[in-house]
């Protein structure tokens, strides 16, 4: 039973192409958000979700763009995308208590 | 805006060492602390947290104590495993309207020896 799962794990992809991570949980909460782990473990929050609507965007390209069909799913949508997008990318969820529960994680290589 | 220092590693202790990683943060409001770990290859696991001013967070023999008046949050265990090995992250969380925006350090890369 996962919590929070993210498809795919592993994404290798060339400069300029569309790509998108799926991420989906199963904890009821109303918060979604994504997060991008640069090589050297620093992580920065990108978006935030409640109940579909978008609350935080930090300053991430318009070439990112978060879609929540619903309140269990965030997926995360990237248009020509670029050598520097190379990351691991982490969704996360969380009831209003502020304890963030994390996915596992997709690693994007972008060649 | 809110901001999270945590200690360089990567540190290196031997199995049964005392260990401690610092941390302090920078909020205008009261957040609540929270410290993740990441073991390799896997996402974050919150591992403790404190929600206010003197509050204790405590899990697997970690300890954490919440202090604004020094606006710390070390982090600390008497006697580190092998399995410790991973990456440490200090965290707050800052309520911006109905969510919770975690700010996080640099993470602390932990290697025990056995």
């Known amino acids: 039973d996962t919590a929070v799962s993210q498809t795919p794990k592993y994404l290798v992809t060339q400069m300029g192409n569309d790509k998108s991570i799926k991420c989906e949980q199963n904890?009821?909460?109303?918060?979604m958000y994504w997060y991008k782990q640069d090589s050297k473990k620093f992580l920065k929050i990108m978006f935030s979700?409640?109940?579909?609507?978008?609350?935080i965007n930090e300053t991430v390209p318009n070439r990112f763009s978060p879609k929540s069909p619903d309140k269990a799913h965030l997926n995360l949508h990237i248009n020509s995308l670029e050598l520097g997008d190379s990351a691991v990318y982490f969704c996360a969820s969380s009831p209003q208590s502020g304890e963030q529960f994390f996915g596992p994680g997709t690693r994007l290589t972008v060649l | 805006g809110d901001s999270v220092t945590q200690m360089e590693g990567p540190v290196t202790l031997s199995e049964e060492a005392f260990l401690t990683i610092n941390c302090t943060y920078t909020a205008t409001g009261y957040p609540s602390l929270f410290w993740y770990v990441q073991y390799p290859g896997e996402g974050l696991q919150l591992l403790l947290k404190?929600?206010?001013?003197?509050d204790k967070g405590s899990n697997k023999g970690f300890e954490a104590t919440y202090r604004k008046e020094t606006t710390s949050f070390h982090l600390e265990k008497g006697s580190v495993q092998v399995s410790d090995s991973a990456v440490y992250f200090c965290a707050l969380s800052d309520r911006g309207g109905s969510n919770y925006k975690l700010t996080f350090g640099k993470g602390t890369l932990l290697t025990v020896n056995p």
């Open positions: 979700y409640n109940n579909k609507e978008l609350i």
């Open positions: 904890l009821g909460h109303d918060t």
């Open positions: 404190a929600t206010k001013a003197d």
